[in-house]
């Protein structure tokens, strides 16, 4: 029963699917939406034989020592040294360990957000997970402001904070952490080069600041187990999003998960235009061939797993 088994032909015309954003392939209804507990234990035991999101969330410090050299998860031609600073950063143990909620919100970054009124809904969740440094002050109405776990990809640093160009970049980045105090910040250092400058710049700032922050940073397995269990459940994912693979990794510790923040199309059902992201004016990068991602399929997936009850995805009002 926990097989999720997208029919084929489904499958294949995911690009034609992408265009007709409006059809009713993407409704679901929240009203009237009841958990599934057998179905939730199920897919929490089959994600099991892939991976355990307690210690796949992070390597630890015993994994490694300074100095050590490691292969780039997803190019193995290129290697990366583990720093004093990074190491000096490595949880002692996983930070998911022995933690378990009643209901979790993973956050994703989609525009639909915007006007959604979910913000106290969000925050009502025992755990709440969110990616990419999304701010949330300015938008706290829409999408909350608790943060226990973030993501962070490398990228952002360049994104999102100049590059950590002008001091005032990274007094911006300092103030951004600080108000994170004991969350989990997930820095996914190990999937390729180019990052490997900004995530030092990161690990300095904060060991400057003394940021409480907890830091954990993915093993180099996790990426290639979740693909994995995806794949064996017929859902072909070249590269899972972070927001997928949030989920993925939240069936280990939350009995009720709850997505908002998911809408990898430009328009709503109505037609209306709808951001990217909620936060910024950055596009629609899966339209081009450059994007390692498919969200389009993976809504699509996570959209049978509502109706059945697995998870609950909001992408209207919540109130
Ligand atoms: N997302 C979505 N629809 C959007 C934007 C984002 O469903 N319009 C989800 C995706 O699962 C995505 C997550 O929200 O992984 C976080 O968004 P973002 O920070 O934009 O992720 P990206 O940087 O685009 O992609 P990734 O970090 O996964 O490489």
Redesign the pocket.
Known sequence: DGELCLSRSLVNSSDKIIRKAGSSIFQHSVEGWKINSSLVMEIRKNILRFLDAERDVSVVKSSFKPGDVIHYVLDRRRTLNISHDLHSLLPEVSPMKNRRFKTCAVV?????LLDSECGKEIDSHNFVIR??L?PVVEFAADVGTKSDFI?M?P?VVQRAFGGFRNESDREKFVHRLSMLNDSVLWIPAFMVKGGEKHVEWVNALILKNKLRVRTAYPSLRLIHAVRGYWLTNKVPIK????????YTLATRFCDEIHLY?????PKDLNGKA????YYDD?K??YFSNAS??R?PL??KTLNVLHNRGALKLTTGKCV
């Open positions: 994703g970054n989609s525009g639909i990616c990419n999304a993501t990809n990228s590269r899972p999003s972070t927001g997928l693979l949030m923040g998911f809408w990898p199309f709808v951001k990217y992201h950055l629609y990068r390692p991602h969200m993976e809504f």
